[in-house]
């Protein structure tokens, strides 16, 4: 944090004042988030939107701030920076969702982690909040235990990805991945056309389309 700010300093812009408010900001939200993930270990109940919520500040606040600091060292407009917010807060959402689906799915070697992992650890991710949304009856019941016990054991991994296939969980994750994916470059289709906005265009879809 403090080469960042030793970086921002050296800046040559008459609009060091406003970038420095979005750096504030955003490491003001990191924090919350931050905060929030660590309460959701604890307890024991998490709705879906609260996880959005969460992952708006701790994965979204990173990329909307450099999207709308490079906005402001160009001089944007206020509605072009406007759409480089919300452009941040839908990629922050489809990487944390392709992440968690990942966890469960990942086959590349370059993954690099367990599959399975936030299971065993418990993690509250979009595919466990899911199932407990769309389960009822025994199914729930199957999942609601992995919150008690605040984890999986590594030998069920593969009865949770069948019963979250079964759900519609993995879909309903591949499709919200898509969505602010589409909503991404929609944003972006809103900029300037320049070179760097076919870049931009080209890093979105790469995202999307990773397999680690």
Known sequence: MALSYDLLARLKT????????????????????????????????????????????????LLRASLEMGGLI??????????????????GRAFQIQDDLLDLTAEDERWGKVVGGDLVEGKKTFLLLSALERASGPDR???QMIIANRGLSASLVGEARER???LGVLEQAREAVVYHTEEA????????????????????????????
């Open 74 to 91: 160009g001089n944007a407009p206020d509605a072009a920076r406007d759409t480089l917010r919300t452009l941040g807060v839908h990629l």
């Open 141 to 143: 019941e199957w999942f």
């Open 164 to 166: 979250m296939v079964r």
């Open 185 to 212: 470059i929609r944003c972006i289709d809103d900029l300037p056309s320049v070179p760097a906005r076919e870049t931009l265009r080209w890093l979105v879809r790469r995202m999307q389309e990773r397999l680690h």
């Open 14 to 61: 008459d609009r060091l004042a406003e970038i420095l408010h979005v750096y504030y900001e955003m490491v003001a939200q990191l924090c919350e988030g931050q905060a929030l993930d660590k309460s959701f270990e604890t307890r024991d109940s998490v709705t879906l939107n609260e996880y959005l919520d969460m992952i708006d500040r701790k994965t979204g606040a």
